[in-house]
């Protein structure tokens, strides 16, 4: 009886500190030194919150640069997810993030990628089949990712110049201001966050007013 006594007091203690006690404090010690990042990184717009610095959106309008390729199409539901089934109820998937998972010698892998490619291409008449960097062709493992490469950024240019009307120089200037670099300054490359970008973008177009 001593040793279950002993037990169960152990097991009372433990469950306070690492359940209750060290969650609280961690939780508070987050609030309170990085107060942005525990609350989702959110990026807010005259008081609305438009998105968050770490999920990637999708962004199809020619005015602005678009992300990388998605296999969960970043979360977010597309009118195909929302029709309803025979007995006319709407199943959705319900919230996930990952990649399709295909090898090189798929060929749902080889018709996606030729798809986009060729969708890119009409999107972006200047450049060429060779030119357009990997990245914007393969999805991240998370179908998540906010950024694409500078080289992905870049290329992009000349059409979301003719379409918004904004400068090539003007929006090199926006692209470096969304830019993120090597973390820690050593770690990964630098990249250019999709969504600050088009951020700054429609703010030029006065599309947040």
């Known amino acids: 009886m001593k040793i279950l006594k002993q037990s169960i007091i152990i097991s009372v203690v433990m469950l306070i500190l690492c359940g209750l006690l060290f969650p609280l404090a961690m939780t508070g010690i987050s609030q309170l030194v990085f107060n942005k990042q525990a609350n989702g990184s959110m990026i807010e717009v005259k008081g609305k919150k438009v998105g968050s610095e770490l999920i990637g959106q999708s962004f199809t309008d020619a005015r602005f640069f678009r992300g990388r390729v998605s296999a ?6 597309t009118e195909e997810d929302k029709k309803p089934d025979k007995d006319g109820k709407v199943n959705y998937a319900g919230v996930v993030s990952g990649s399709q ?9 080889k018709e996606r990628v030729a798809k986009d490619i060729d969708e890119f291409l009409k999107a972006n008449p ?36 003719k379409a918004s009307g904004i400068g090539m120089e003007e929006l090199n200037s926006m692209i470096e201001k969304a830019k993120d670099g090597r973390d820690i300054g050593v770690f990964g490359e630098e990249r250019v966050n999709v969504l600050k970008l088009n951020l700054q973008i429609a703010n030029k177009l006065g599309l947040l007013n």
């Not at 969960?72 to 539901?77: E, F, G, L």
């Not at 998972?101 to 892998?109: M, R």
């Not at 990997?134 to 999805?139: A, I, N």
């Open 101 to 109: 998972n295909l090898a090189p010698s798929s060929e749902v892998l």
């Open 126 to 161: 200047t450049v060429k089949k060779e030119d357009i960097p990997g990245d914007l062709l393969t999805s991240s493992g998370s179908g998540l990712d906010p950024h694409i490469s500078l080289d992905s950024a870049k290329v992009q240019m000349a059409s979301v110049s």
């Open 72 to 77: 969960v199409n970043y979360n977010t539901y």
